[in-house]
């Protein structure tokens, strides 16, 4: 189980724009999925890499399973079993796709465990399994391979930035059911940042995040109709009575 309690962020990036996370607190539970959304800016990819511990929070505290990991660097809580899937995925000069997939696996896996792992989020594996995981490959194709690595270990909690990103839709129709099957399967808890219909509808809880603070929190069924509209609908359709127009409830 993961608490953040009380998380406040707000320092000067390299450009000199602030990125501000103000009094955010929130949880996820063994084996829920966690959907976190909201505006460009809002301050979701900032959260998870406070998460992460990318970014030091300049206030408030971080628990996974009772321990305070906040003072944590980000190997520490690798090891405190955090997976972490970046929006833009790093690149490694020399670095096999295979070797990855071992070092993530935190042993050596088979041949046939990585292409498992590969063809789940979409990439034909002996076409990329010996390949370097460098500039010769496309943001899409370095987006997989990252997920997939996160997938080849064992996490107590899962965090995917924006998982989506640079995927075609076959690709990602694929990637939906390996989240249906880990959510099913409710071994890890998983926080997705996304702005997908289909992933925010998969979600057990939605947190909304604007302008760096949570303005909206709940079950999925309470959030989603709030978020696509869907409450003006019913309202409107609970309005028709016998063709004539009742009062609102």
């Excluded at 959260?47 to 300049?58: D, E, N």
């Excluded at 980000?74 to 970046?86: T, W």
Aim: hydrophobic share 40%.
């Amino acid at each position: 189980m993961l608490q953040a309690e009380h998380l406040s962020y707000d320092v000067q990036d390299e450009a000199g724009q602030p990125e501000i996370l103000s009094d955010v607190s929130f949880s996820v539970g063994d084996g829920e999925m966690l959907v976190i959304t909201g505006p460009n800016g809002g301050g979701k990819s900032t959260l998870a890499k406070v998460l992460m511990g990318i970014h030091k929070a300049t206030a408030g505290r971080i628990l996974l399973n009772g321990q305070d990991i906040t003072g944590m660097s980000i190997d520490e809580r690798a090891r405190s079993g955090i997976g972490f899937a970046f929006q833009q995925p790093p690149r490694f000069k020399g670095m096999t796709v295979r070797r990855l997939l071992n070092l993530a696996a935190g042993r050596t896996i088979s041949e046939e465990e990585c292409c498992g792992l590969l063809s789940s989020v979409g990439l034909c594996a002996m076409e990329y399994i010996d390949r370097e995981a460098d500039a010769t490959l496309s943001g899409g194709e370095m987006k997989r391979i990252e997920i997939a690595t996160v997938l080849a270990g064992h996490h107590d909690l899962c965090i995917f930035d924006e998982p989506e990103a640079g995927i075609d839709l076959w690709s990602f129709s694929m990637l939906i059911k390996r989240f249906e099957k880990l959510h099913k399967e409710k071994k890890e808890s998983l926080i997705l940042i996304s702005h997908q219909e289909r992933i925010i509808r998969m979600a057990d809880r939605i947190l909304v995040l604007t302008d760096g603070r949570v303005s909206d929190i709940g079950a999925a069924e309470e959030i989603v109709p709030r978020l696509f509209g869907e409450e003006t609908e019913a309202c409107t359709c609970r309005m028709q009575k016998g063709g004539e127009l009742c009062e609102a409830e």
